[in-house]
């Protein structure tokens, strides 16, 4: 069964520098996403991703963050200098279309510690 | 305003018994999907059930099934004949279809069910 994969499972960084989330979303899916969780918090979305563009973004998403697919398979998500609060579980997904009774398909996640 | 409630931080359940976690939620689409996630202490997303809004049957799945009452807005999970391994944290989530540029789920603040032996 095709799934969404994430690299790396786990990463610990020191505040300041710079991290990279990498995702492979299914293959014939159009719609990207990156959701953040902290620990013992609710899901919470900060981007979407669509024909190589930002289709939307919260107000989470700020310009510490960028997200790109460099060469049509991965999806990445690009925090230029980590603060302690971005430690959380970043999750990847993806989805064939954006209609409101299509489902989302969920990476594993990335924990990311930042000291 | 939340779109998804989920008014139950933590239920206990003891096992081989039902139980019912809550969720409802706002929208004035009149196209959306809703969604059950279970997530586990290794923090893993597992896609439980799906309700569509225009879906006339309520979703099941296995033990799973889904309480869908449209005009309360209201989608409840309901595992029936618990197990010791659905301890989990659960989330309600909504997907919207018009007013949702690029399909975004939005997410409860989860219930965490615990199983009693």
């Known amino acids: 069964e095709p799934e969404v994969t994430q690299t790396p499972s786990h990463q610990v960084t020191q505040m300041g520098q710079e991290v990279i989330l990498r995702c492979v979303p299914i293959s014939n899916h159009l719609y990207f996403y990156w959701y953040r969780q902290i620990l013992g918090q609710k899901v919470e979305f900060l981007v979407s991703f669509y024909n190589n563009e930002i289709s939307e973004k919260s107000e989470i998403f700020d310009d510490q963050f960028s997200v790109e697919r460099p060469d049509g398979s991965n999806f990445t998500l690009k925090i230029r200098s980590t603060k302690l609060e971005d430690s959380a579980m970043y999750f990847c997904?993806?989805?064939?279309?954006?209609?409101?009774?299509?489902?989302?398909?969920f990476g594993e996640g990335s924990r990311l510690t930042v000291l | 305003a939340q779109k998804i409630t989920q008014t139950q931080p933590g239920m206990f359940v003891q096992e081989k018994e039902a139980v019912t976690l809550d969720c409802t939620y706002d929208t004035s689409d009149p196209s959306y999907g809703l969604f059950w996630y279970k997530q586990p202490s290794s923090g893993e997303m597992i896609f439980l059930i799906y309700q569509g809004s225009y879906d006339q049957q309520n979703a099941t799945e296995g033990r799973y099934s889904l309480n869908f009452q449209k005009a309360r807005k209201s989608a409840n999970l309901v595992i029936s004949a618990s197990q010791l391994g659905d301890s989990a944290m659960y989330f309600c989530a909504m997907r919207e279809g018009v007013d949702n540029q690029g399909g975004k789920l939005i997410f409860g603040q989860g219930t965490e069910l615990s199983v009693k032996p």
């Open positions: 997904a993806s989805s064939v279309d954006d209609r409101g009774t299509g489902e989302l398909f």
